[in-house]
């Protein structure tokens, strides 16, 4: 059993002519922030979308807090502790801010008193609390990317996902 946070072996993916991702052996501890750096096509994005269980590697292993991420089957246990934002970060333009931010906690199953005071948190974090009322469409650019941010981190630390952390 490992004690990292996310680990990888022999991580691959292979396109129809493209080797995107070769080999790659992960070792992330908890807390640690980890950057990917490559030119245009190194495989940085199609890890990344591999780690967040929306891309099925074609071999290798990836697990969470030693539990295996299997991508031939569901898994919400570990599914909800991840967050992925993707550097087009869509979002909802006809919703408000905390419906919007709302809607994911649900999909992450955060209950309530859980979800509103994971949503303030969050909302203060990117410091978009005065516009939770607002229409996405409303907001600047920058704005939204801390909304996208927001949404990201929604399972991150929250009271009812802690339990994926080993206790020590
Ligand atoms: N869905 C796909 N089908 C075929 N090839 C892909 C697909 N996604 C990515 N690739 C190829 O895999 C390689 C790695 O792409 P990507 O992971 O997006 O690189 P990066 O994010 O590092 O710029 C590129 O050659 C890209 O064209
Ligand atoms: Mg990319």
Redesign the pocket.
């Known amino acids: 059993m490992t004690d990292l946070a996310i680990e990888t072996r022999d991580l691959s993916k292979q396109?129809?002519r493209?080797l995107?991702?070769n080999e790659v052996d992960l070792n992330i501890n908890y807390g640690e922030v980890y950057g990917l750096i490559?030119?245009?096509?190194?495989?940085?994005?199609?890890?990344i979308r591999m780690l967040a269980a929306i891309e099925e590697p074609t071999t290798g292993e990836i697990y969470f807090n030693g539990e295996r991420l299997r991508p031939d089957r569901p898994n919400p246990n570990l599914q909800r502790h991840l967050g992925y934002l993707p550097d087009d970060f869509p979002l909802y333009d006809d919703l408000t801010v905390w419906d919007y931010l709302e809607y994911f906690a649900r999909l992450y199953h955060l209950r309530e008193p859980t979800r509103s005071r994971r949503l303030f948190d969050v909302l203060e974090l990117v410091q978009l609390v005065p516009k939770r009322n607002s229409l996405i469409s409303t907001l600047s650019r920058g704005m939204k990317q801390r909304l996208s941010l927001a949404r990201t981190v929604i399972p991150a630390s929250s009271t009812e996902s802690a339990s994926l952390k080993p206790s020590r």
């Open positions: 396109f129809d493209q995107a991702v490559g030119p245009n096509g190194a495989g940085k994005t199609t890890l």
